[in-house]
């Protein structure tokens, strides 16, 4: 039976191992004498009881947060295929970066029903039409985009670029994670 097994002790923390020079004859050496079991208790006692507030345990905890976050993105976004494709996106106008303030103005008069019905219906079928137009400026990127790749980048492979793409383009600029390095119709 699971309840009735015995659970083994935790094992202690091990040690930091003490900074090591290697030299040219012979085994290292340490940089310092090994400490007593009285001062290596009181560190690791030390290490794992920091009394912190909650307030400071949430400044902390989201700071470690944020700087993985980075660190993971910077690594995921210096791919030069990515970069290409950002700057391609940043330096044009898209019909997307209208696309969510437009279906906010849709969603609030979808309110309106018992007013005005026919004015739900009119704007219901423009958002359609919108949502429509929107997919046919992205297609029409892509391919732009892919003729650009081919010429810039001729052995990089345009898989799961699209995607990216298309979502680069229906953010509000202002908004779009990493920030623009290009302005509106500048060359990059």
Known sequence: MASIRRTTPAE???????????????????????????????????????????????????????????????ARESVPERALLRDYVDARFSLGELLLPSLVVILATSFLSRIAPSLVVISTIAMYLFIVLVMLD????????????????????????????????????RFRIPPPRVKRGDTF
């Not at 290490?47 to 910077?74: C, D, F, G, I, P």
């Not at 003729?147 to 383009?169: E, I």
């Open 12 to 74: 202690p923390e091990p040690e930091p191992s003490p900074e090591v020079r290697p030299t040219r004859s012979g085994p290292p050496k340490k940089a310092r004498p090994t400490p007593t079991r009285k001062e290596a208790e009181a560190a690791r006692r030390q290490r794992s009881t920091r009394v912190m507030t909650k307030k400071q345990a949430r400044k902390e905890a989201a700071r470690a947060s944020r700087a993985n976050r980075m660190r993971v993105l910077s």
């Open 138 to 173: 992205v297609s029409f990127m892509w391919r732009g985009f892919k003729k650009l790749l081919a010429k810039r980048l001729p052995n990089a492979s345009p898989k799961g670029l699209l995607m990216y793409g298309m979502n680069r383009c229906i953010q509000i600029r």
